[in-house]
């Protein structure tokens, strides 16, 4: 999995893990991800692929909560709900990685 942090991890922390100002983001990815800190730093370590499928998993969780299944919507209807998630994060004051 890469270091470098994705809108989607962004996503996930403010929508599965209830992202707050004063919080690191990694902080509230780790919670959507159902998982702490130490857990993410070994599975990376192992390099398993274990964190690539919490992601994935996570990524499903919140298009799910949205009402979003991402096997059976349309590449439009994933892109609409990706730009509300990220206009109700930017609402809620987060800022994206460039």
């Known amino acids: 999995m ?3 942090a994705s ?7 403010f929508h ?3 992202w707050e100002a004063d919080e690191s983001v990694e ?5 959507a991800l159902n998982i702490t800190a130490a ?8 390099n398993n692929g274990a964190p690539q499928e919490k ?22 209807e994933k892109a609409s709900l ?3 998630l990220m ?7 987060m800022r994206f990685p460039a």
């Open 2 to 4: 890469s270091t470098k």
């Open 7 to 13: 809108v989607e991890m962004y996503l996930c922390a």
């Open 16 to 18: 599965l893990g209830k």
């Open 27 to 31: 902080d509230a990815y780790h919670r």
């Open 39 to 46: 857990q993410f730093h070994r599975m990376r370590m192992d």
């Open 55 to 76: 992601h994935a998993d996570a990524i499903h969780r919140m298009y799910e909560a949205a009402g979003v299944n991402l096997t059976t919507a349309t590449e439009a």
């Open 82 to 84: 990706r730009l509300r």
């Open 87 to 93: 206009d109700e994060a930017r609402k809620g004051g």
